[in-house]
């Protein structure tokens, strides 16, 4: 099996080397986005709620050209910068997934991130079903 390196339509470029998700079969790993917006490479800056959303939008295209969507989201990295803003980046965040279908997830309090920015978040999902190639072989 081949890993495929995916370039997103829609999300910021990258500003280093790196591809915005990575598949290997129907397992991807979407790479830390930033708070930009994509259509004009400016950095949201004020709240964390806002810095979230825009994270999550962000993301949102790199799903959809991974062949996945947020109810495939196996696992979230959240890393924030201060955590007494983190009931802020929850209610942001959770606006994102079916209520009580939330992906496995770790939040890390960091010093400083990318751009100055508050919020990154990166992703480990699965291709969506319709998305997904049937097998070779016996079923079982």
Same mark, same amino acid.
Do not use: C, L, M
């Given at each position: 099996m081949e890993i495929q390196h995916i370039h997103a339509p829609g999300a910021?470029?990258? /500003?280093?080397?790196?591809?915005h998700a990575t598949a290997w079969g129907d397992l991807l790993f979407i790479t830390g986005q930033m708070p930009i917006i994509a259509a004009t490479g400016e950095w949201v800056r004020g709240s964390f709620?806002?810095? &979230?959303?825009a994270v999550m939008r962000n993301l949102e295209p790199v799903l959809q050209a991974a062949g996945s969507e947020w109810g495939h989201v196996l696992h979230a990295r959240i890393y /924030? &910068?201060?955590?007494?803003?983190y009931a802020e980046?929850?209610?942001?965040?959770?606006?994102?997934?079916?209520?009580?279908?939330?992906?496995?997830r770790t939040c890390i309090g960091v010093t400083a991130l990318a751009g100055g920015a508050d919020v990154e978040i990166d992703l480990i999902a699965v291709k969506a079903p319709t998305q997904i190639e049937p097998t070779q072989g016996e079923a079982f």
């Open positions: 910021p470029n990258p /500003i280093a080397p790196f591809s709620a806002a810095q &979230t959303d /924030i &910068t201060d955590f007494a803003r980046v929850n209610a942001a965040y959770a606006a994102w997934f079916e209520a009580g279908k939330f992906p496995a």
